[in-house]
């Protein structure tokens, strides 16, 4: 239930990469889930989550932390993304529509696959 849970985008997007580990404690077999803070802007069941260091803080109804997460992910990933000519948009006639999105181009891939 929670890979098909991880893996529906209606439920929580971003998909999560979780590390599950068996322990057992007194004869009791236990899932430990370890699931890593991210610098993406996360969405569960129509919630807006900031995940970092501290934890998974809902800012869904903070409009101005909201906007904050926004802006910072937009200058310190998308911004240089596209300036560099790693990532382009899907839409590039209606650069500010809500379905925007943006892919990897050649180059994105070539530096992908140098990292690997």
Same mark, same amino acid.
């Given at each position: 239930? +929670? +890979? @098909? #849970?991880?893996?529906?985008?209606?439920?929580?997007?971003?998909?999560? $990469?979780?590390? +599950?580990?068996?322990?057992?404690?007194q004869d009791q077999t236990i899932l430990h889930v370890y699931v890593p803070e991210s610098s993406q802007?996360?969405?569960?069941? %129509?919630?807006?989550?900031?995940?970092?260091?501290? %934890?998974?803080?809902?800012? @869904?109804?903070? #409009?101005?932390? +909201?906007?904050?997460? $926004?802006?910072?992910?937009?200058?310190? $990933?998308?911004?240089? %993304?596209?300036?560099?000519g790693v990532i382009e948009m899907t839409q590039p006639d209606s650069p500010k529509s809500p379905t925007?999105? $943006?892919?990897? @181009?050649?180059?994105?891939?070539?530096?992908?696959?140098?990292?690997?």
């Open positions: 239930m +929670v +890979v @098909t #849970t991880i893996n529906n985008p209606q439920k929580i997007h971003p998909p999560a $990469y979780l590390s +599950v580990d068996e322990v057992q404690v802007i996360h969405r569960c069941n %129509g919630r807006i989550y900031d995940r970092n260091e501290d %934890g998974d803080l809902d800012i @869904t109804d903070h #409009t101005r932390l +909201v906007s904050e997460l $926004y802006a910072h992910f937009r200058d310190s $990933y998308i911004i240089p %993304g596209l300036e560099s925007q999105r $943006y892919r990897l @181009t050649s180059k994105g891939y070539d530096v992908l696959n140098k990292l690997e």
